[in-house]
T-cell receptor, first 116, second 109 residues
Framework: GAVVSQHPSWVICKSGTSVKIECRSL??????MFWYRQFPKQSLMLMAT?????????EQGVEKDKFLINHASLTLSTLTVTSAHPEDSSFYIC????????????FGPGTRLTVT | GQNIDQPTEMTATEGAIVQINCTYQ??????LFWYQQHAGEAPTFLSY??LDGLEEKGRFSSFLSRSKGYSYLLLKELQMKDSASYLC??????????WGAGTKLIIKP
């Protein structure tokens, strides 16, 4: 089956620093990748959608200069949280799908970010 | 606007049956997903319905009525490991997933 990995699985960083999270599709080419954020006891919140080779589309209320998304290849997307603050502490999950009109998204295992 | 409604929390007894309902309103519709999510983990795929009717997969079944904008997930022979959040998500006309807030299912012995 389709496998998506994320690295790191957890990270602790100091306020003001930047953190990069990688999302890879291991056995398929991901035309589209999605980045979600989930706060405790809340549902997934879509942050942005990225198609390979083009700029990400950010959801309303998500700062694109703070959450930098790069989808440079069909198997890798990165999310960089710049100038992290404690309120950015959350569970970040990526997902990927093969085709633009494919129904299913395959989820990575998530990255727990704690900003101190 | 687009909206997904599902109960916040449900409680059931080990060995019993539970039905989790979901209603949706989306711009276009390309199917309805159910995911299971244990605390601290990413969602895992349970089912996908795009046609009306019931699809059975082991202890889990999922039902869809497109005319009513309604789906349910049926879990039989509940086990303690089924304690988790169950997320309903509808795929809109742009193939974007619209997520419900999730239903926390508590299983009691």
């Amino acid at each position: 089956g389709a496998v998506v990995s994320q690295h790191p699985s957890w990270v602790i960083c100091k306020s003001g620093t930047s953190v990069k999270i990688e999302c890879r599709s291991l056995d398929f080419q991901a035309t589209t990748m999605f980045w979600y954020r989930q706060f405790p006891k809340q549902s997934l919140m879509l942050m942005a959608t990225s198609n390979e080779g083009s700029k990400a589309t950010y959801e309303q209320g998500v700062e694109k200069d703070k959450f930098l998304i790069n989808h440079a290849s069909l198997t890798l997307s990165t999310l960089t949280v710049t100038s992290a603050h404690p309120e950015d502490s959350s569970f970040y999950i990526c997902s990927a799908r093969e085709g633009l009109d494919s129904a299913e998204q395959y989820f990575g295992p998530g990255t727990r970010l704690t900003v101190t | 606007g687009q909206n997904i409604d599902q109960p916040t929390e449900m409680t059931a007894t080990e060995g019993a049956i539970v039905q989790i309902n979901c209603t949706y309103q989306t711009s276009g519709f390309n199917g309805l997903f159910w995911y299971q999510q244990h605390a601290g983990e990413a969602p895992t795929f349970l089912s996908y319905n795009v046609l009306d009717g019931l699809e059975e997969k082991g202890r889990f079944s999922s039902f869809l009525s497109r005319s009513k904008g309604y789906s349910y997930l049926l879990l039989k022979e509940l086990q303690m490991k089924d304690s988790a959040s169950y997320l309903c998500a509808a795929l809109d006309s742009n193939y974007q997933l619209i997520w419900g807030a999730g239903t926390k299912l508590i299983i009691k012995p």
